[in-house]
C-alpha cells in the first residue's frame, strides 16, 4: 500500500487475527459489532486504504449487516387505492434490501395502538431494529422509547421522548403555501386540517399562522377546520363555515382533493371561487381536476436518511441522530387562481 498501513499492522495494533480484520472491513459475520466498530475506527485513524473498489471503501464505514428491521404503520393511514406512506415504506424496504437488511411489515391496528401492545415480531426479538411511519399514539410512542433495539420515527415526532426522527420540512412548507397564496392575491385564508392529530400537521398550521401573522391577515377561528376524526380516520362530511375565505391551505393532497370534492357538489368552483393547496405532491394531488399545487416531500431522500440512520444504530445501538429535517419544494398546478390585480384595484379605489 502506498501509505504503508496493512491489515497486519491494524490486526497487531488490536491484538486479533488479519481474518478478524479482513471480515470487519469487509462487513462480513464472524465479527461482533463492537469489535466491527473498534476496527474499522482504527483503520480509518492508521490510514488504512482499501487496495480495490469504492464500493469496498463503503464497506468499512456501512458494513453489511444481515439484519432485521421492522417497519410499522398505523392502519389509519392504509387506504384502499394505496397512501403515500405506501410509497415511503417500499422506498425504505428497497434500500434497506441494499445494505443486507431484511424488512418485515406490519400494520398497526387502532385497539393495539391504543393499548401499546406492540406487535410480535418485536416482543419475540424476531428485529433488531424498527421503523415506524406516521403518527402513532402517545402510549404506543412511550413502549417504543422502552424498546433497547434501534428505533427510528419517520414522518412525526414526539418531544417527550428521545427518539430520532426523520421529517419533512413541515413549518416551512406551510408557511410556503400561505405565503405564496398570499402573492396571488389572497387575503382571506383558511386552514384544513386537524390540529393535533400528527405533529405534521401541526407544524404545518404553525407555518400558516406564521404567515398570516407577519402579512397582518385576518385570523378566523371557523376558518380552521378539521379534517379527521379522534382517531385520525379522514372524515367524508367536511363543514364549511358560514363565510368562506378565498383560499384553503390543506394539510395534505389527500384533504385537499376531498375539500376540492366538496365544494364542487356545493357548486363553488376550484380555483374560479375559492383557491386549493395541498402537501405532498402524492399521486391525488395531479389525478385530481384541477390538479393541486402543493409542497413535495423528498420520499428518497427522507428513506435514504432513515436507512443511513438505521445502520449506524445497528452497528452501534447507543448512536443518536436527533432530528432531521429534510426540505420540501413548491409545486405550481392548477389549483390556484391569481387574484393579485383586482385586490391592487380593490385597494386603489379605496383611497
Known amino acids: 500500500m502506498k501509505n504503508g498501513v496493512k491489515m497486519l499492522d491494524i490486526a497487531n495494533k488490536l491484538g486479533v487475527s488479519v481474518v478478524t480484520v479482513s ?19 482504527t483503520a480509518e485513524k492508521m490510514g488504512y486504504k482499501p487496495s480495490n473498489t469504492k464500493s469496498e471503501k463503503k464497506k468499512v464505514s456501512l458494513p453489511k449487516t444481515g439484519k432485521n428491521v421492522g417497519i410499522l404503520t398505523s392502519e389509519r393511514f392504509v387506504g384502499a387505492r394505496g397512501t403515500f406512506y405506501w410509497e415511503l415504506t417500499a422506498s425504505i424496504s428497497n434500500q434497506l434490501s441494499q445494505i443486507n437488511v431484511c424488512t418485515v411489515y406490519e400494520c398497526v391496528n387502532a385497539e393495539n395502538e391504543k393499548n401499546g ?18 403518527q402513532v399514539h402517545r402510549k404506543y410512542i412511550e413502549c417504543l422509547s422502552k424498546l433497547t433495539i434501534p428505533v427510528i420515527f419517520v414522518d412525526f415526532y414526539d418531544n417527550r421522548y428521545k427518539v ?49 401573522m407577519e402579512n397582518d391577515l385576518e385570523y378566523r377561528i371557523e376558518w380552521i377546520i378539521g379534517d ?21 391551505v390543506c394539510n395534505c393532497d389527500e384533504t385537499a ?23 405532498d405532491n ?3 394531488s395531479s389525478i385530481c381536476i384541477p390538479t ?60
Not at 405565503?179 to 405533529?199: C, M, P
Not at 375539500?259 to 393547496?277: F, M
Open 257 to 279: 382533493f376531498r375539500v376540492i370534492s366538496a365544494l364542487k357538489t356545493k357548486g363553488v368552483r376550484v380555483p374560479e371561487d375559492i383557491s386549493v393547496v395541498g402537501y
Open 117 to 134: 401492545i406492540l406487535p410480535n415480531m418485536v416482543t419475540e426479538g424476531k428485529v433488531d431494529g424498527v421503523v415506524v411511519i406516521g
Open 164 to 212: 430520532d426522527a426523520v421529517l419533512s420540512d413541515n413549518f416551512n412548507g406551510g408557511y410556503m403555501l400561505t405565503d405564496y397564496l398570499v402573492e396571488k392575491g389572497h387575503r382571506q385564508i383558511g386552514f384544513f386540517g386537524t390540529l393535533n392529530a400528527t405533529s405534521s400537521i401541526n407544524d404545518r398550521y404553525l407555518g400558516y399562522l406564521k404567515c398570516i
Open 23 to 41: 471480515n470487519a472491513l469487509a462487513g462480513r459475520d464472524g465479527v461482533s459489532e463492537q469489535m466491527r466498530k473498534k476496527i474499522c475506527e
Open 292 to 351: 393541486i399545487t402543493t409542497v413535495e416531500v423528498d420520499l428518497t431522500k427522507m428513506a435514504e436518511v432513515a436507512v443511513g440512520i438505521m445502520a449506524k444504530k445497528l452497528a452501534d445501538p447507543s448512536y443518536s441522530e436527533g432530528r432531521r429535517i429534510i426540505s420540501g419544494k413548491l409545486i405550481e398546478k392548477e389549483s390556484v387562481l391569481d387574484i393579485s390585480g383586482s385586490y391592487t384595484e380593490e385597494r386603489l379605489n379605496a383611497l
Open 228 to 248: 379527521r376524526t379522534k382517531q385520525g380516520v379522514l372524515i367524508d362530511n367536511l363543514q364549511f363555515p358560514a363565510e368562506m375565505p378565498t383560499a384553503f
Open 282 to 284: 402524492y399521486t391525488v
